[in-house]
Nanobody
């Protein structure tokens, strides 16, 4: 089994910054994509940013230039630096990872428990 534990959420004023972190632990052989999703009240969960194992990144259009995803493959961690935050960024943010596990190997997808980010105007 694999656990993803997020930290770093909170309340911030518009224009401020927060840094989210996610640590994966457990039975891990390697990790492919690591991503951040978010879900605002009464809205669908959406992909915010992805970091692949080869170092490429992709972002939701509305966060490009403001958010930066980074990962440490040796520590199985991924972070999301969020700058110039807007009230529209308010949501629960979830860490997600595609994890290769042995025996097999077999790849499974895991979610963290979520961390609340609230941006006040």
């Amino acid at each position: 089994q694999v656990q993803l534990v997020e930290s770093g959420g909170g309340l911030v004023q518009a224009g401020g910054s927060l840094r989210l972190s996610c640590a994966a632990s457990g039975s891990i052989f390697s990790i492919d994509g690591m991503s951040w999703y978010r879900q605002a009240p009464e809205k669908r969960r959406e992909l915010v940013a992805t970091s692949t194992s080869d170092g490429s990144t992709n972002y939701l259009d509305s966060v490009k230039g403001r958010f930066t995803i980074s990962r440490d493959n040796a520590k199985n961690t991924v972070s999301l630096q969020m700058n110039s935050l807007k009230p529209g960024d308010t949501a629960v943010y979830y860490c997600n990872a595609d994890v290769w596990q042995r025996p097999g190997p077999v790849r499974r997808n895991y979610w963290g428990q979520g961390t609340q980010v609230t941006v006040s105007s």
